[in-house]
């Protein structure tokens, strides 16, 4: 009897200490709801529990007034408008802005679900060649404008989509084999090149092998009707989306802008605060 109260207790322990965990993984996924007061109006956005690196990082940038007084220095129509240059507070007409960020480089939360539809925050970041992992600026983020896709445009899209990780791989595959590629071109000799090609190609099919990319049907859906941009998908981080003002955004997007995207007017967030 003893033994199973023992047991009993512990049980109890285990359950309570499993819930708190629970409640704690919870509160980490919970959503935060932020209002960008700007000179063009304001914009409500929420920020998703389940990309909490961005969250918090966001949160933290907003109560420090990172975001109050900087510009929407990037702006493209049908595309997007991208904001979160410090530097871009002081800057005067004419200065090239995009450089700089507030806080260190963020890990890549890529979640399946988040994509980028018309009305979703996604982090700037670095390109490719200097940047593999796909880190997010600490402080540069967009929001999503785009266009409406035609079904036969996404098919030819996913198919480029693939493309461009096969070239990858194979390009890393190949960098991998540099001495012995540079010996079979200093002999001349063709026939161990093509051999070498062919099984760096069916090593990367093998390795692709279903992690290729492929658009869901809520994307696809989404993009034949609401819009955004389906070529930025796995590349760079959505970590929230507008729910109010997307009337604004699409001011903004519509906005003149010289030769380096940004507008000729200054359009500024004012400031940024968090209401939920």
């Known amino acids: 009897m003893g033994r199973l109260v023992v047991a009993l207790a512990i049980c109890l322990c285990l359950s309570a200490a499993s819930y708190g965990l629970n409640k704690q993984n919870r509160m980490e996924e919970k959503d935060t709801v932020v209002l960008l007061h700007t000179t063009e109006g304001n914009i409500k956005i929420k920020l998703y529990g389940n990309t909490p690196i961005h969250r918090d990082n966001f ?12 510009l929407f220095h990037r702006v493209i129509n049908e595309f997007m408008i991208q904001a979160g240059d410090p530097s871009s507070k002081t800057a005067v007409s004419g200065t090239l802005l995009g450089a700089s960020s507030a806080g260190e480089e963020l890990t890549a939360e890529f979640v399946p679900e988040y994509f980028h539809k018309k009305g979703a925050i996604a982090a700037a970041r670095a390109s490719d060649a200097v940047n593999p992992e796909k880190k997010s600026s600490g402080s540069q983020f967009y929001i999503v404008t785009g266009k409406v896709y035609k079904a036969n445009e996404l098919v030819a899209m996913e198919k480029s989509m693939q493309n461009k990780q096969r070239q ?46 492929h658009f869901s049907p809520k994307q696809k859906e989404i993009y034949v009707t609401i ?45 940024a605060e968090i209401v939920e």
């Open 59 to 70: 949160v933290t940038h907003v109560k420090d007034g990172v975001y109050d007084s900087v």
């Open 227 to 271: 819009g955004g941009t389906p070529f930025l998908d796995g590349d760079y981080t959505v970590f929230g989306e507008v729910v109010e003002g997307m009337d604004v955004v699409d001011k903004i997007q519509q906005a003149a802008t010289d030769r380096n995207d940004r507008p000729e007017k200054d359009i500024r967030i004012l400031k």
């Open 168 to 213: 990858a791989v194979f390009g890393k595959l190949a960098e991998e084999h540099r001495t012995e590629i540079l010996n079979l071109r200093r002999t001349r000799d063709t026939l161990g090149l093509q051999a070498l090609q062919n099984e760096l190609i069916e090593k990367t099919e093998q390795l692709l092998a279903g992690k290729l990319f």
